[in-house]
């Protein structure tokens, strides 16, 4: 098999790079359904954006390329051992050339292996079967979507619907409440792989395996079908929308499968996946290793845009913009800023009077400036802002920062990053959930000035009461839009902690025209608590049985 490892870095691209057809079609459904004057349908037209800037540049769609999971097929006879060396050749070749993030950490070091490889990584597993061919499928699951699966022991209580029996009904109600429990930070709207019974492990793995399905296919179990249909018209219901913003689209796919269980033991396992639903599979020969079918169609040529052809440019539209305080900068022209201050505007949230601005600013910025902003303003950042994630947030709860961050920003991301004779190059640079910064990042904004900080899915109750007391905003930016926010990065002005790993290390960077909303701002309000609370209350009504 002398090309096999071609091959596999050959997938490994395709599969970074270029979402398949039928995960384009299922975003371009949620397209039509949004409209395109709200939070969500913005980000849907953001979304869009990237895929075809992602496939143009052959650059990973999203920073965070997860823990490659290979599943594999082999006639009987063939080499596994000399596979799995292709591979790991395959995934250092990927992670040298930016397809990859090297996301491989030593669980009780935190050292990044730097290639991708480690104990466990990345995930293997092979099974003989009776076929001629080779069959090897890969999927590319983020961290963000992959901390949002969850796994249900029947009979429970659930949150809002009550008892959860051991039956199709109970099922029903844990698959719902998965869908509520991941809000916004599962880059939503997301599809989901639902595997019923098996023990704790095995109904993971059957769960992630239903992720392998393609989008539009038909469950051969009738009431498995019924139940998948059942989803995908009523997790829609919750209102939760593209990232957490409120609207019409939450899930994108439901596919659902079913395994023998212990009669003890009655799990519900869910795999949440992002809509960067990131896998693809080949048909390999096994005399040469060659590629000879690709087994999910290519993504090439099939539109993101629910209006069909090309990927349309967003329709600007008038809104109120203001300088509050900072220098004016030209910013970038893209419509990301004017569509989304006309959508804020007529969801009736933030800004004066119900209106809401455009405000550019230019780091570092004053606490007046920022006590100016409501949930809801567009801010159109220039200047200088500084990454930072988990190993960086631990360490400066008991360290001097690198650099003066008062009045600065902070960004959630872990950047894919390469370095030539030039110096080092952003190829990727989308927000990172933000969530797990959480125990942290109230007390560092106090203690060093921070008055931004970005990232995706919002923060808890802690980070708010800092930016009420402090004077401060939290800025969602669009998960997944790597190369769109990559875009908006003009120059690495420098880098500390790369002892912590590409993804962990505080890059500094130059940025233009770096568009993010306000959900989270310095006079108590939560757009993502709001969301919360209203799709917790449309969750209620799905209380009552439905399959007997």
């Known amino acids: 098999m002398q090309y ?19 995960v384009r079609r299922a975003v371009a459904r949620g397209r039509a359904l949004e409209d395109r004057a709200t939070r969500s349908g913005l980000a849907l037209t953001t979304i869009a954006q990237n895929i075809g800037m992602a496939e143009q540049q052959v650059s990973p769609i999203c920073q965070d390329t997860g823990m490659p999971t290979f599943i594999i097929h082999t006639p009987v006879g063939i080499n596994q051992i000399e596979m799995k060396k292709d591979i790991h050749q395959a995934v250092i070749r990927a992670t040298k050339n930016g397809k990859l993030r090297p996301n491989s950490v030593d669980s009780l070091t935190g050292e990044n292996s730097g290639d991708n490889l480690g104990a466990g990584t990345p995930v293997i597993h092979f099974e003989q079967w009776e076929e001629d061919y080779v069959d090897v499928r890969l999927i590319l699951k983020g961290g963000g979507c992959e901390n949002k699966n969850i796994q249900y022991s029947l009979p429970a209580e659930l949150e809002g619907l009550g008892k959860a029996g051991r039956d199709l009904d109970g099922i029903r109600k844990c698959i719902l409440h998965a869908v509520y429990q991941a809000q916004g930070q599962g880059c939503s709207a997301g599809f989901i792989g639902v595997g019923i019974g098996g023990d704790r492990t095995s109904g993971y793995e059957l769960a992630k395996k239903q992720l392998f399905r393609k989008v539009e296919d038909v469950n051969p179990n009738a009431d498995l079908h019924k139940l998948e249909e059942y989803i995908m018209e009523n997790a829609n219901k919750l209102g939760i929308g593209t990232m957490g913003f409120g609207g019409e689209v939450s899930l994108l796919g439901c596919k659902i499968g079913v395994m023998n269980r212990l009669p003890a033991s009655f799990f519900v396992s869910v795999a949440y996946n992002c809509w960067a639903f990131r896998r693809q599979g080949v048909q390999v020969d096994p005399a040469t290793g060659a590629i000879s079918d690709w087994i999910y169609e290519s993504g090439t040529g099939v539109s993101v845009d629910e209006a069909g052809g090309e990927i349309q440019e967003p329709v600007a539209v008038n809104a109120t913009s203001a300088s509050v305080g ?16 006309a959508a804020t505007a007529q969801d009736g949230e933030a800004g004066t009077a119900g209106r809401s601005r455009e405000v550019r ?16 303003d567009v801010v159109i950042l220039s200047g200088e802002m500084h990454t930072g994630r988990d190993a960086l947030h631990k360490y400066l709860m008991d360290h001097d920062a690198p650099v ?36 942290y990042q109230g007390d560092i904004i106090k203690k060093f000035g921070i008055r931004a900080v970005i990232g995706k899915g919002g923060m808890g109750p802690k980070t708010l009461q800092a930016l009420g007391e402090h004077g401060g905003v939290y800025l969602n930016a669009i998960g997944g839009a790597a190369q769109y926010y990559a875009e908006c990065i003009k120059k690495v002005n420098a880098v500390d902690f790369m002892e912590f790993g590409i993804p962990e290390a505080m890059w500094h ?36 049985p439905v399959f007997n």
């Open 404 to 439: 003066d961050l008062n009045g600065a920003v902070i960004y959630h991301c872990g950047p894919v990053m390469l370095k030539d004779e030039e110096g080092w190059h952003v190829k990727a640079a989308g927000p990172t959930t933000s969530i797990r910064e959480e125990p």
């Open 4 to 22: 096999f490892e071609d091959s596999m870095y050959n997938l490994i691209v395709e599969t970074s790079t270029n979402l398949p057809g039928d």
């Open 361 to 376: 600013l230019t780091t570092p910025i004053s606490e007046e400036d920022i006590r100016k902003l409501r949930v809801g």
């Open 509 to 544: 960077l130059d940025v233009e025209g770096f568009a993010a909303i306000v959900t989270m701002d310095s006079h108590g309000n939560s757009l993502h608590a709001e969301v919360e609370k209203d799709s917790a209350a449309k969750l209620a009504q799905f209380r009552e």
């Open 326 to 341: 900072g220098t004016v900068e030209a910013g970038n022209p893209a419509a990301f800023p004017a569509e989304t201050a």
